[in-house]
């Protein structure tokens, strides 16, 4: 006996029973499919001196298991458009490798700036290259800056027109620190540290939270590359984080000295001390002698300049900043420059598209922006191309800038989602997806002729090495269908705004025979974030293991109108939670799932609807998974980077006037009281709980504690903490085992009904 349980432990170490080995075996093969699928993370289009054709340069990212990082790589192609022939497209032979690289193109595409950012405490590396060379290679010391910011917030990096500066975000240096040795605290500072000295700690400064934990100061620089000196921004008020810097427009002397950037105010904690908040926080457009041009504005974000340099434009998130519910519906604006600007001359902003607060049904629902091209511009300056959330996909927009007509220009015949990836001239490259389908680069011209006094737009499909990769993808998924169901609001309130009353959407990926296969309900977290029918690694492989996806987009999501969203802050954990359930009854009504077969998972506040459903709806769910819950509002707002938001998602927006950071035990009991852990005792589904013990935004304590209460009263609960891993869980291995687990604990429990 002794024996046979030895070789079981050797061919079984984790004292799996085989059945579940095998499941782990399979999956993680059809997983490793998933995974390999490279992803286009960005593209810039070249002119060329011929109108129908472009160089197009594009970023492609793919999960690295073995090195446990992502991997980055180029491609390039040139694309020859003909009048009545397809689109040619001559792509490199084989990609290059640019791993921890990041790399920005001069405005005349002759000319790119390759970043290799250093360890802690290394030197930064600059290299001007052009067709041929590296024409320059400039290292800089960390006594001058870190890293550049390459993230989606601070991240600036701005070639002037003459293409001889070029102005970045990057770490300001550390603080200098007290320095001691053995005879005790030392005066005098010195940089070197030697066997005899040491460096304390100093006074702990307040950072921007998850993902930007021991960051530097986010701090403007500018390069000049003929002598390869790099200098600080002078004039930028010391308390400002500063990102998203572009150069303005040269002034009639031909000089281009003034940068614009956004800067966040660093005392935007309760009662404004000096705490940041995880970002955002209140923001502001600035030029560099510091002047802010757009005061009284909470929020302005993302500025550019037009082409032939008349019109600064901007988003703003004020709605998101001003409410406190971390993401709003946006809105635009614009700023007519003048040739001469004086630092002391106030410019007047115009609103170019408000926030949208009630749609008219299958009307423009207001921006919902996470990013801009660098140069969202095209021909005739004045028309601006965005990609933006509009209900449950995504969607290329045009924006006349001047009349502020906003043109959805990406097909509306699919629900497939739309995303713009470079601008050249009046052609766009984008790339176009669903959930079972994946991206698909498309090429975007204005069709010759008039169709009811407007150009539609043609969007030619673009032949590339990446369609590989996808096919398999497309195989493993041929039998599932896409479509988007409109959920009427349950139990209708006599508070609701107009917009509060409107349908919501769920997103549906079902199998062929839909109702006899189980049904994975899918809930996004924010709570003002959302699911659009992009295509998803995660959501494909659960569908390819013949489960049917039903994603919620409750209300409060982004992409339906200003007061549907804000319809919840203040209600969570009951107008969310009846909104899942009835999107739930919709399609078990329709006949389109089985009822007993239902899976529920969710990431952060998807986690915390994920916990809530299984407390108050225990029938209604087999089995459940988690990423980084909020299970416990009252343990988080100790916690977090962002206690802001559990008092307005708690209490509402109104209740950030009474916020503090020592909540009052009538607020801690409010946090209790809407959170999961009040409905814990009900619980009977299996439970997978998957925590990332670096997370700062819902710190894994949260659902550490939801998971041992459950243990303790008798509930299956599984954990996995992945101790390195953020917010997101995104490094590779940790996101694949992650993945992997939740497909086997739902097949064990699935399968068993
Ligand atoms: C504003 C915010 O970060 N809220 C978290 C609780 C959350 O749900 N975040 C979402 C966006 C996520 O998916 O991480």
Not at 102 to 113: D, E, H, I, N, Q
Not at 207 to 212: A, L, M, N, P, R
Not at 382 to 391: A, F, I, K
Not at 574 to 588: F, G, N, P, T
């Amino acid at each position: 006996m002794q024996a046979s349980r030895s070789a079981l432990k050797k061919e079984n170490p984790l004292g799996m029973d085989v059945m579940s080995s095998e499941e782990y075996a399979s999956q993680s093969k059809l997983l490793l499919e998933f995974t390999n699928v490279p992803s286009i993370e960005s593209a810039w289009l070249f002119k060329t001196n011929n109108e129908d054709r472009s160089t197009a340069m594009f970023s492609i990212s793919q999960p690295d298991l073995l090195a446990n990082n992502k991997r980055k790589y180029i491609l390039h192609s040139h694309i020859v458009t003909h009048k009545t022939m397809p689109l040619e497209c001559h792509w490199s032979p084989f990609p290059i490798e640019m791993t921890g690289v990041s790399v920005v193109p001069s405005p005349s595409g002759s000319k790119l700036l390759v970043v290799r950012n250093g360890e802690k405490g290394s030197r930064t590396r600059l290299q001007i290259v052009n067709q041929s060379h590296v024409e320059k290679e400039i290292h800089v010391d960390w006594s001058i800056h870190g890293p550049l910011y390459t993230d989606e917030w601070f991240q600036g990096i701005s070639w002037n027109h003459e293409e001889t500066s070029i102005a970045y975000i990057a770490e300001q240096p550390p603080q200098p620190k007290p320095a001691f040795d053995d005879a005790g605290y030392r005066k005098e500072i010195s940089s070197e540290e030697d066997c005899n000295n040491w460096r304390g700690q100093g006074d702990w400064e307040e950072d921007w939270g998850e993902t930007y934990s021991r960051k530097g100061r986010p701090s403007l620089f500018v390069l000049d590359i003929a002598s390869g000196e790099v200098r600080a921004a002078r004039d930028v008020t010391k308390s400002l984080s500063v990102g998203q810097v572009v150069w303005a427009p040269p002034s009639s002397s031909g000089h281009q000295k003034l940068l614009v950037f956004v800067g966040w105010l660093e005392h935007n904690g309760f009662q404004s001390t000096a705490r940041k908040l995880g970002i955002n926080g209140s923001e502001s457009v600035s030029a560099s002698v510091a002047t802010n041009l757009t005061p009284g504005m909470s929020s302005a974000l993302f500025p550019r300049f037009s082409k032939d340099g008349k019109l600064l434009v901007f988003l703003s998130s004020k709605r998101a900043v001003d409410t406190g519910a971390h993401n709003a519906t946006d809105s635009l604006h614009r700023i007519n420059w003048p040739s001469d600007w004086k630092a002391d001359q106030q410019l007047s902003v115009t609103d170019v598209v408000p926030v949208v607060m009630c749609p008219q049904d299958g009307c423009f629902p207001g921006l919902y922006c996470s990013s801009m091209l660098s140069d969202p511009w095209l021909s005739d300056n004045c028309t601006m191309v965005l990609t933006s959330t509009w209900r449950s996909t995504e969607v290329i927009l045009s924006i006349d800038v001047l009349s502020g007509e906003v043109t959805r220009i990406s097909p509306e015949d699919s629900g497939y989602s739309w995303s713009a990836l470079a601008i050249n001239g009046n052609n766009v490259l984008s790339v176009s997806s669903s959930p079972i389908d994946p991206p698909q680069i498309r090429y975007g011209r204005r069709a010759s002729t008039e169709d009811h006094g407007t150009r539609a737009w043609v969007w030619d499909e673009v032949t590339s090495p990446l369609t590989a990769a996808s096919n398999k993808i497309k195989a493993l998924l041929s039998h599932h269908k896409l479509s988007i169901l409109r959920v009427p609001v349950p139990n209708l309130s006599d508070d609701l705004s107009d917009g509060g009353r409107l349908p919501f959407e769920a997103i549906f990926v079902s199998c062929e025979d839909s109702s006899q296969k189980p049904t994975v309900l899918i809930l996004h977290g924010g709570p003002h974030s959302t699911s659009v029918s992009s295509y998803s690694k995660s959501s494909a492989f659960l569908a390819s293991l013949g489960f049917n996806l039903l994603i919620a987009n409750y209300r409060g999501t982004l992409g339906y109108g200003e007061e549907a969203l804000q319809s919840l802050p203040g209600k969570v954990g009951s107008q969310d939670v009846q909104d899942c359930l009835a999107a739930l009854d919709h399609v078990i009504k329709e006949g389109l799932v089985d009822a007993s077969k239902v899976a529920v998972v969710g990431i952060s506040h998807g986690g915390f609807l994920t916990t809530h459903l299984i407390g108050q709806a225990p029938e209604r769910f087999a089995v459940a998974a988690a990423r980084n819950p909020v299970c416990n509002l009252s343990l988080m707002i100790g916690t977090t980077d962002i206690p802001d938001w559990c008092y307005a998602v708690a209490c509402g927006t109104q209740a950030r006037r009474l916020a503090s950071e020592s909540p009052s035990p009538d607020h801690l009991q409010i946090f209790h009281q809407k959170s999961p852990i009040a409905h814990i005792s009900k619980v009977k589904a299996p439970l997978l709980m998957l925590l990332g013990g670096a997370d700062l935004r819902v710190p894994a304590s949260n659902g550490l504690q939801y998971a041992r209460a459950l243990r303790e009263r008798g509930g299956e609960v599984k954990t996995i903490m992945f101790p390195e891993d953020t917010h997101e869980i995104d490094i590779p291995r940790s996101d694949f085992e992650s993945f992997l687990n939740m497909g086997v604990w739902f097949k064990k429990y699935l399968k068993q009904i």
